[in-house]
């Protein structure tokens, strides 16, 4: 030891560290975006992730719509305008998968009716490594340091192959995330009552799917409803300080109506309901305005599982274990001692008594389990922690029992009753 004189302060690190924050409701929305008409000169984002706070941010990005232009065509400019402008939510993640310089008519002028599902699901370049469409949600955590919590391609979901290249995107994000996806049943399903067949035969009953039927009306546009489901669960999870343990359902849309397949729903609650109970979100206009309707995964009823059938209690899964990772990896390669093992438990265990006692879950707690850690993976520097947890559920049914009671027929002879 080196020769001191004098007064010495020492730190210890310390024991509890404070969970990492976790966006649950970020989108990455994968889309077609009117690059062209952005200024002589200015970059044109094609396949390149864009982090949007506001609509002018998208307009300054990506390019408005010119005034002979249908803006329905333009997916990510609807979508700013719907999630930024009248949810208010923000941020959102763009991806545009429209070239012009590709995707052109006969005349070679910029056509985005020319992209195709595999321009949205793109995939990694065999020769230069690069990743276009749907594969850039691998990108979005090393590039903005924030982990998506919806994935969506708004109008190309309707088709199946799309559909399943978002389910598979949810899981595994940057090797370590999870998000969920939102999926739209096409025209070509005209009746409500062929919406669960149509997920079935395409294989979309997946716990990391939101699935919509319908079509959102504002102005006299119809508007898709996927970025219309993803600005309400942005909204209901700001109320609750961005965390995910309500459900979208019984939550208002911002529009004037509900359409599909070119006809206007009005769906009774009975109707409804059928779709809900086959794993369909959809819109019903009952008591306050037209409500998000639908509490249940696309897995449902199939998988009766709640933390993939429950939409809130899925998404809450998802936020944990998202908080648990990013807060944890800053121990990744430090040695295994039983400092670590209780600085990771003590530290989650206050952040879910937190929880406990603000009613975000009914309960939880991170135990280190002789049964969960053999030796031979301690041996090789693999240690578990088991994490109990009970976020609530959604209340489905709200249940009055009403009954006739005769013996209030005594109030008929007044206070005294009968003599």
């Known amino acids: 030891m080196s020769y001191r004189h004098g007064v010495f302060v020492e730190e210890k690190a310390t024991g509890l560290v404070p969970p990492v924050e976790v966006d649950s409701a970020l989108p990455v929305i994968v889309g077609t975006a009117p690059v062209h008409n952005l200024p002589?000169?200015?970059?044109?984002?094609?396949?390149?992730?864009?982090?949007?706070y506001s609509l002018i941010d998208f307009v300054e990005t990506f390019?408005?719509?010119?005034?002979?232009?249908?803006?329905t065509?333009?997916?990510?400019?609807?979508?700013?305008?719907?999630?930024?402008?009248r949810y208010g939510a923000c941020p959102m993640v763009c991806i545009n998968v429209f070239d012009p310089e590709i995707h052109t008519d006969e005349e070679g002028a910029p056509d985005p009716s020319k992209l195709t599902s595999a321009d949205i699901?793109?995939?990694v370049d065999a020769s230069t490594l690069k990743r276009t469409g749907l594969a850039l949600v691998e990108e979005i955590f090393p590039r903005f340091r924030?982990?998506?919590?919806?994935?969506?391609?708004?109008?190309?979901?309707?088709?199946?192959?799309?559909?399943?290249?978002?389910?598979?995107?949810c899981s595994g994000i940057s090797g370590h995330f999870r998000a969920m996806g939102i999926i739209e049943v096409p025209d070509s399903v005209a009746k409500y009552t062929e919406a669960p067949a149509w997920l079935n035969d395409n294989n979309l009953t997946d716990q990391n799917l939101l699935c919509v039927f319908g079509e959102l009306l504002y102005n006299g546009i119809s508007e898709p409803g996927s970025i219309h489901l993803a600005g309400v669960i942005a909204s209901r999870d700001a109320?609750?300080?961005?965390?995910?343990?309500?459900s979208p359902s019984n939550k208002r849309f911002q529009a004037q109506g509900i359409v599909h397949a070119g006809r206007e729903l009005n769906l009774t609650p009975t109707e409804a309901t059928y779709l809900n109970a086959n794993?369909?979100?959809?819109g019903l206009n009952m008591v306050g305005g037209l409500m998000a309707w639908g509490n249940q995964t696309s897995a449902y009823p199939g998988v009766t599982d709640v933390k993939d059938s429950s939409i809130p209690i899925r998404r809450m899964f998802n936020w944990i274990g998202n908080t648990l990772v990013l807060t944890c990896w800053q121990y990744v390669s430090t040695p295994l001692r039983r400092r670590l093992i209780e600085t990771v438990q003590d530290t989650f265990n206050v952040w879910l008594n937190g929880l406990t006692g603000r009613e975000i879950i009914l309960g939880g707690r991170v135990t280190f389990e002789l049964d969960d850690n053999p030796t031979s993976d301690l041996m090789a520097g693999k240690v578990r922690w088991h994490v109990y947890v009970t976020p609530p559920q959604a209340a489905r049914e709200l249940i009055f029992i009403l009954?006739?009671?005769?013996?209030?027929?005594?109030?008929?002879f007044g206070a005294e009753g009968v003599n």
């Open 403 to 412: 009954e006739y009671d005769p013996d209030y027929l005594n109030t008929l």
């Open 239 to 246: 109320e609750n300080e961005g965390v995910p343990f309500w």
């Open 121 to 123: 699901i793109g995939g």
């Open 40 to 52: 002589e000169g200015a970059a044109r984002p094609v396949n390149e992730p864009r982090l949007i």
């Open 146 to 169: 924030l982990v998506p919590g919806q994935i969506l391609a708004p109008v190309y979901s309707r088709d199946p192959a799309v559909a399943l290249a978002i389910g598979s995107a």
């Open 63 to 71: 390019g408005a719509p010119a005034k002979d232009e249908d803006k």
């Open 73 to 85: 065509a333009f997916t990510l400019y609807q979508a700013a305008e719907i999630y930024l402008g």
């Open 279 to 282: 794993g369909i979100v959809t």
